[in-house]
């Protein structure tokens, strides 16, 4: 089935660096939903972006929702240990009742 | 307001045996979505249920398939297991007005078939 281009698939970062990830898509996406994954868990919702342009911060986390509505970006600023996991994109296409699509994911290492 | 409750945690089955899986929504959540998460293939969409009726269907053989009762809980079964189907299984809760948007996931089902 048809999936998001997710980078980079994986980091190393020293605590207290920025982060920053993003998705492209060949489609247009009504919706960007950014989850994160811990190990043996379901993935967690942290921002869901609705309109083209929108910018939402969650704390630390900031993302935005492309004004070609074909791709989205996830920062994380100052990384701490516990950021440490698999952060999914997820989008919505724009014909109503359309599954989600899942990006492969970006693991993030965090060096002490 | 308790979330998305998966059942059981951890499953080990042998090939050819038959195995469900449950659901249970956040309350007022009408949409569930089923998905296989493997390392490889990442989140792989099975199918929603809304309302009692799946609205959509992912790419997977007939061998998987699923309901969901009145009160919103969900389940899905995998028949004749095969040794590929060892993965996640992540259900996904939403209130379902439109399909998918801030989907709520459980914890998973580690299934082991072997």
């Known amino acids: 089935g048809q999936q998001l281009n997710q980078s980079p698939q994986s980091m190393f970062i020293q605590e207290g660096e920025d982060v920053s990830m993003n998705c492209t898509s060949s489609?247009?996406?009504?919706?960007w939903l950014w989850y994160k994954q811990d190990p043996g868990e379901g993935p967690v919702l942290l921002i869901a972006l609705y309109k083209a342009g929108e910018l939402t911060s969650n704390g630390r986390l900031t993302a935005q929702f492309g004004i070609t509505r074909k791709d989205s970006f996830l920062n994380i600023s100052a990384s701490i240990p516990s950021d440490v996991g698999i952060y999914f994109c997820?989008?919505?296409?724009?014909?109503?009742?359309?599954?989600?699509?899942f990006g492969k994911g970006t693991r993030l290492s965090v060096i002490a | 307001k308790a979330g998305v409750t998966q059942t059981p945690r951890y499953l080990i089955k042998t090939r050819g045996q038959q195995v469900t899986l449950s659901c249970s929504p956040i309350?007022?959540?009408?949409?569930v979505s089923w998905y296989q998460q493997t390392p490889g293939q990442g989140l792989q969409f099975l199918f929603e249920y809304f309302s009692e009726t799946q609205r959509n269907k992912g790419n997977f053989p007939g061998r998987f398939s699923g309901r969901q009762f009145s009160n919103s809980r969900s389940e899905m079964n995998v028949s004749t297991l095969e040794l590929g189907d060892s993965a996640l299984y992540l259900c996904?809760?939403?209130?379902?007005?439109?399909?998918?948007?801030?989907?709520?996931f459980g914890q998973g089902t580690r299934l082991t078939v072997v």
């Open positions: 997820a989008g919505q296409g724009i014909t109503g009742n359309t599954p989600l699509v």
């Open positions: 996904a809760s939403s209130l379902g007005a439109v399909l998918g948007t801030e989907a709520f």
């Open positions: 309350s007022g959540h009408r949409s």
């Open positions: 489609s247009i996406f009504n919706t």
